[in-house]
C-alpha cells in the first residue's frame, strides 16, 4: 500500500510557489474537484492557454526531478495491473482498486499522468474514460465490442460473461475489462451482460413493461391482466421476475396504478403487440400476423399457395386469432373477397 501523498510530496519542493499551486488545483491534491483551466484562470488572472502552458511546464520539471525516481515501484505496480487486466481498465474501477488514503483518486489521476507511458481515453457517447499503457490496444477494444455487440444481437436475449466467453476467442481479463468500459452492453445485477437499447436492460415506458410481462408470461393477455401484472411485477418488486429487470422497470413507473386504458393504446401502436382477440394481444415474435380475421384469412390463403377446405382455413386462423370459429366462417363467407371453388375449397377472389 502506497500513501501517495507522502512519497510524491518531494516533487514539489523545487517548484515555483504559482506553478505549485495550479498543478495542486488542476488535480485536485489536497482537496475538491479537479479545476478546468478557465477557472484557475480566472483565480489568477491569466488567460487558459497560459494556465495550461504553466501546468505543462511544472510536469516537465516534475519528471527532471530527482525525487521521481521515487515513483519507481509505483508506475511498476500500475503496469503490472494493466497487463493482468488485458492491458487497460475503465477509470473508476481502476480508482476504486488503489484506493489507498483518502483523495487516492486524485492522486493517481496525477501519478498516470506523470508517467508519459500511460494514456487516458475520455469518455465518450459510447465509451467510458478509460486507461491504457500501450494506446495501440484500442482499435483491438472496439472490434471486440462490435462483435460482442453482434453476439448478443444474434442470440436476442442477456448472456452470462461465461457464455459470452464462449462465443468470443479473447482473453478472458481483456473481454471483461473490454465490456467494462462499453456504453452499448450493460452489465446488469444478475450477472448477465445485454444491450442498451433493450428493454430486458433499458425499459422504456409502459410499452417495454407490458413487453417484459408478455416475455415471462408467454402466452396471448388481455390488456386489462397486462395492467394488473405490471403493476404486480413492478410496482410491488415480485420476485416473478429477475431482479435486474426489476431494479430497471421501477424506474419508467410512479406511484400511481398503471391506467389499464394507457397499456391498451401502447399494445395498439406498437408493433411487437397483436390484437388476437376482444383486447387480448400476444407477441408478433411468437408467429402472430397483424391485421382482422378477413385479412388473416386472405394471408393463409396466399401462404398455401392453393385452395384450401373450410376445416384447413378454420383450424389456422384459430391459430392467429382468439375467436369463434362462427367469426371466421361469417368472413369466409364474404363472396366480394373469398371465392368456392367446385371441390368446395375456398381461395382469393381475385380483382
Known amino acids: 500500500m502506497f500513501n501517495y501523498q507522502k512519497i510524491c510530496h518531494p516533487l514539489f519542493k523545487d517548484l515555483p510557489q504559482r506553478t505549485k499551486e495550479i498543478i495542486l488545483c488542476r488535480f485536485a491534491l489536497e482537496e475538491g474537484k ?16 497560459r494556465v495550461r502552458q504553466i501546468e505543462e511546464d511544472g510536469l516537465k520539471r516534475v519528471r527532471k526531478s530527482p525525487s521521481f525516481s521515487n515513483l519507481a515501484k509505483i508506475f511498476q505496480k500500475f503496469r503490472a495491473y494493466f497487463k493482468e487486466q ?8 481502476l480508482f476504486n482498486v488503489f484506493d489507498n488514503f483518502p483523495n487516492s483518486e486524485n492522486w493517481v489521476f496525477f501519478l498516470l499522468t506523470l508517467e508519459s507511458k500511460f494514456s487516458r481515453f475520455v469518455e465518450k457517447k459510447d465509451l467510458y474514460s478509460f486507461w491504457v499503457e500501450d494506446s495501440k490496444i484500442v482499435s483491438d477494444v472496439k472490434k471486440i465490442i462490435k462483435e460482442c455487440r453482434r453476439v448478443l444481437e444474434k442470440e436476442k436475449k442477456p448472456m452470462t460473461f461465461r457464455e459470452l466467453s464462449q462465443k468470443i476467442s479473447q482473453e478472458p481479463n481483456l473481454l471483461r475489462s473490454t465490456l467494462e468500459i462499453s456504453k452499448e452492453i450493460i452489465s446488469l445485477p444478475d450477472g448477465h451482460f445485454g444491450l442498451k437499447n433493450w428493454p430486458e436492460v433499458n425499459p ?3 410499452k417495454d413493461l407490458a413487453y417484459l410481462v408478455f416475455k415471462k408470461i408467454q402466452k396471448p393477455l388481455h390488456f386489462n391482466e397486462v395492467t394488473k401484472l405490471i403493476d404486480e411485477f413492478f410496482k410491488q418488486k415480485s420476485l416473478e421476475l ?10 419508467s413507473l410512479n406511484n400511481k396504478k398503471t391506467n389499464p386504458q394507457t397499456v391498451h393504446n401502447e399494445l395498439i401502436r406498437d408493433p411487437r403487440f397483436v390484437l388476437v ?20 384469412i386472405s394471408q393463409t390463403l396466399k401462404k398455401a399457395k392453393k385452395p384450401l377446405s373450410q376445416e384447413e382455413i378454420i383450424k389456422k386462423v384459430l391459430a392467429q386469432r382468439l375467436v369463434k370459429q362462427n367469426t371466421v366462417l361469417l368472413n369466409l363467407h364474404d363472396r366480394d373477397c373469398f371465392l368456392k371453388t367446385r371441390d368446395g375449397r375456398y381461395t382469393i377472389r381475385e380483382a
Open 34 to 49: 479537479r479545476e478546468t483551466l478557465e477557472s484557475i484562470g480566472e483565480k489568477y488572472g491569466l488567460t487558459r492557454e
Open 86 to 93: 488485458g492491458g487497460f481498465k475503465r477509470e473508476n474501477i
Open 204 to 206: 422504456r415506458g409502459v
Open 242 to 251: 429477475s431482479p435486474f429487470v426489476v431494479i430497471q422497470a421501477t424506474a
Open 277 to 296: 382477440g376482444r383486447g387480448i394481444y400476444a407477441l408478433s415474435e411468437w408467429g402472430y400476423q397483424p391485421g382482422v380475421v378477413k385479412e388473416v
